[in-house]
């Protein structure tokens, strides 16, 4: 690539970070005023947390390479899902799904992808509910779908893949057999006392129904 090619390359990369970043905007605002809506209906709200981040060039090079394709705009743009990525956290897992619906119902969002991980979890444990969408940005004179990766769990598999990803990262080739059952052990552990708080909340909810 000539120098011209070089710089024609980075605004191409930096428009696109800029439309990434735009979209998770958009959608961090479309989930607040979901939040608000159902906290004035029912007093409660479904979110704990939202984190959200532009993935690192690292990670973006990994996945092309790891695909065979060379590291260019286009190709970030056509076979990077994830570049703009929120994660969400709930109380419970019934908040998951309440969440998944009312994103999905929104009309001029469109679910590209959905993965359950939370009814069917990866082998090492991995329970989450992962969406590629698609959201509106509204610019000067023109509108742009973004496409966004949105992950829900609950705030205990989130402890748990935070851990998860560590010990990943630390053993470079070769991860003791002993840690991946106990973190194994750990994903089921935690999923089992969030389906124990469920029916925990549930009783409280029917106490509380008659006693109306
Ligand atoms: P980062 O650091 O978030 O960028 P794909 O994205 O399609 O190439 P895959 O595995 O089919 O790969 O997609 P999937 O399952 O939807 O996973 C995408 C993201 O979910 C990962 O992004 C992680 O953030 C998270 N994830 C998936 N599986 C695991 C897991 O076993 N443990 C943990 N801790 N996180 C997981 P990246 O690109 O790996 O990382």
């Known amino acids: 690539m000539d120098l011209p090619?070089?710089?024609d390359e980075l605004v191409q990369f930096n428009k696109m970070i800029f439309l990434y970043n735009s979209a998770m905007k958009e959608f961090k605002l479309r989930l607040e005023i979901l939040r608000d809506e159902y906290k004035f209906?029912?007093?409660?709200?479904?979110?704990?947390?939202?984190?959200?981040?532009i993935k690192s060039i690292d990670s973006i090079t990994a996945k092309l390479t790891k695909q065979g394709k060379a590291i260019t705009v286009e190709n970030i743009e056509n076979y990077v899902d994830d570049i703009a990525g929120i994660r969400v956290c709930c109380h419970y897992s019934t908040d998951i799904y309440r969440l998944v619906d009312m994103i999905s119902e929104q009309k001029?969002?469109?679910?590209?992808n959905s993965k359950d991980y939370m009814n069917d979890p990866k082998p090492n444990g991995y329970r989450s509910y992962h969406m590629i969408l698609t959201i509106p940005v509204h610019l000067s004179g023109r509108v742009v779908s973004v496409k966004v990766e949105v992950?829900?769990?609950t705030t205990a598999l989130n402890?748990?893949?935070?851990?998860?990803?560590?010990?990943?990262?630390?053993?470079?080739?070769?991860?003791?057999?002993?840690?991946?059952?106990?973190?194994?052990?750990?994903?089921d552990m935690l999923h089992a006392v969030d389906k124990r708080m469920i029916r925990i909340q549930d009783?409280?909810?029917q106490y509380k129904k008659e006693r109306q």
């Open 151 to 153: 992950q829900i769990r």
């Open 5 to 7: 090619q070089v710089k």
């Open 108 to 112: 001029d969002i469109e679910v590209l």
């Open 159 to 187: 402890s748990w893949a935070i851990l998860e990803d560590i010990l990943e990262n630390t053993y470079d080739d070769y991860l003791p057999e002993e840690l991946l059952k106990e973190v194994k052990e750990c994903a």
């Open 203 to 205: 009783e409280i909810s």
């Open 41 to 53: 209906v029912h007093q409660y709200d479904p979110v704990f947390d939202v984190k959200s981040r």
